[in-house]
């Protein structure tokens, strides 16, 4: 790498982080109004997860093609459950923190590019979804192995035991997580 490529690096997964905090701080805010308005904790948790899902989808679908396969499968392995909206993927810190340490600016494999302010519609998500895996589990054996069988965007994530059930919550804060990230990119650079 030459010094310049180490900068853009480095900036880029400073962005990240900032951008990572910037949505956690809004769930965090979220979740307190909930609990000032007389909503129960795990209530106000779910609706704040509901209100920064389209930034945790978009966001997340940003770390997840940019990082490299390994710490994907790293990731995915610790973090299986992300919450029906994303609620627990925002409250697993140090795992994201992780993922955002291997990020490259480019792409370091072929993925689907990252959505942005369409992540929060179901139908594009779940296609977004549908991609990514079929990219990712083209990688290779070990990218085979750390994901499910089967395809989650066909399955009904209407029922609790779907396969989708277990995937698109983890795709949907990725999700979020990335459209928050590129709102507070934009909004610095004025």
């Known amino acids: ?45 779910l609706r704040a997860a509901q209100a920064v899902r389209g930034d945790l989808r978009a966001f997340m679908s940003e770390l997840l093609t940019h990082a490299p396969v390994p710490a994907l499968i790293s990731f995915l392995s610790a973090v299986r459950d992300w919450g029906e909206y994303g609620e627990r993927l925002l409250e697993q810190v140090d795992a994201v923190l992780a993922l955002i340490d291997t990020l490259e600016p480019t792409p370091p494999w072929p993925a689907t590019a990252p959505l942005a302010s369409e992540a929060a519609d179901e139908a594009r998500w779940s296609g977004w979804v549908h991609a990514w895996l079929i990219a990712f589990r083209a990688t290779g ?20 035991n779907s396969a989708a059930r277990s995937w698109v919550p983890w795709a949907v804060s990725a999700a979020a997580v990335l459209g928050t990230t590129i709102m507070v990119a934009l909004t610095s650079r004025d």
Request: hydrophobic content about 35%; glycine content about 6%.
């Open 1 to 45: 790498m030459t010094p310049n490529s180490n900068m853009e690096t480095a900036n880029y997964r400073y962005t990240r982080r900032m951008m990572w905090q910037v949505l956690r701080s809004r769930y965090a805010g979220e979740v307190a109004d909930g609990i000032d308005a007389g909503e129960a904790e795990a209530v106000a948790r």
């Open 141 to 160: 054996p070990a990218a085979q192995t750390a994901m499910p069988p089967g395809d989650p965007s066909t399955a009904n994530t209407n029922t609790k």
